[in-house]
């Protein structure tokens, strides 16, 4: 054995290591002073009722707009903001965001509409989130009915008997519950008996392949027939093309949402959108 080159390598391990603890310690401290600063920004996706080609809704989608860096996508911070539980008092920052600039739509553009707000397992763990939801709900006056909170299927395996728990409060409020990128994880479907889901968001890499793949378009077909069956509703995320839009309307799929109607804008340019609604030439 080559003692010093063993050597080497355990010198070039911990090296490495201490530099990812070191960027995480900075990341995350600066996650922490850009919540301080208001750094964060919400975009708004619209969510496309297919029979009526209008908008029901939005998803909000968190970006951070460093001052150095610009516009940051989720993908660049969520992660890290997950495991540092920071992702609790991001998720805060977004309800009570998402809700207060849905009441400014309400007021501004006539008839209400839905928001959805991503949420995280560390989220729906903690018992303080279900109060901390009614109070943003009561100080903004918002309706319960019209907050619909997305969960990925690894919640759901989590912490069963939790999250059954919290799932069922929330509905009890009135809140609605989507099971977000449906179809790729591992969820059984017996879960969809178990937990008091209203809408299953199938994920993206489905619908992507559905008109060059038969197999991805039996599987679509297929998802939206179970939702069909067990009276929940279902949404088409990632739609691009018309070539899918047709399908999915053939397939009698309640909801889309993609680049085709639009990518996540700011919550003025959406609400062009929702008066561009109301004279009906949007799409
Ligand atoms: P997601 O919930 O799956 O959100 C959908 C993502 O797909 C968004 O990316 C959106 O911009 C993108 N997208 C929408 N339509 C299309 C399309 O037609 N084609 C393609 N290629 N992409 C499309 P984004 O905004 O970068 O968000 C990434 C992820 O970050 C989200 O995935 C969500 O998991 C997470 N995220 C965003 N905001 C929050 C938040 O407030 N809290 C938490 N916990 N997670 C968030
Ligand atoms: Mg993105
Ligand atoms: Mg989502």
Redesign the pocket.
């Known amino acids: 054995v080559n003692k010093g080159s063993w050597k080497n390598s355990y010198q070039f391990y911990t090296k490495e290591v201490s530099e990812i603890s070191l960027r995480r310690t900075l990341l995350s401290a600066s996650l922490r002073r850009a919540l301080e600063k208001n750094e964060f920004v919400l975009?708004y996706?619209p969510i496309i009722d297919v029979k009526s080609g209008q908008i029901t809704g939005v998803?909000?989608?968190?970006?951070w707009d460093h001052p150095e860096f610009g516009l940051l996508?989720?993908?660049k911070f969520?992660p890290l903001a997950?495991e540092t539980s920071l992702?609790v008092e991001?998720?805060k920052w977004?309800l009570q965001e998402a809700c207060k600039q849905a009441r400014y739509w309400q007021d501004a553009g006539g008839e209400p509409i839905s928001i959805a707000?991503?949420?995280?397992a560390i989220?729906l763990g903690q018992s303080p989130y279900l109060n901390y939801i009614t109070e943003v709900l009561k100080k903004e006056r918002f309706d319960p009915a019209l907050l619909e909170l997305?969960i990925t299927e690894s919640v759901l395996m989590r912490d069963a008997d939790t999250s059954i728990k919290v799932l069922r409060e929330l509905k009890q409020m009135g809140i609605k519950i989507a099971i977000?990128?449906f179809g790729i994880g591992f969820t059984s479907l017996n879960c969809l008996k178990k937990y008091p889901i209203d809408i299953l968001k199938m994920d993206?890499s489905l619908t992507n392949d559905m008109t060059t793949s038969a197999d991805s378009l039996s599987i679509v077909n297929a998802i939206v027939g179970l939702a069909k069956n067990l009276g929940i509703l279902v949404l088409a995320?990632?739609?691009?093309t018309q070539e899918q839009l047709d399908l999915l309307t053939k397939m009698n799929c309640n909801k889309v949402?993609?680049?085709?109607f639009s990518?996540?804008v700011t919550g003025e340019k959406l609400l062009s959108f929702i008066k561009l609604r109301k004279t009906g030439t949007f799409t």
């Open positions: 975009y996706q998803e909000t989608l968190v970006r996508q989720p993908d969520i997950d992702i991001i998720g977004v707000v991503n949420t995280s989220e997305e977000d990128n993206r995320k990632g739609i691009e949402q993609g680049f085709i990518e996540p």
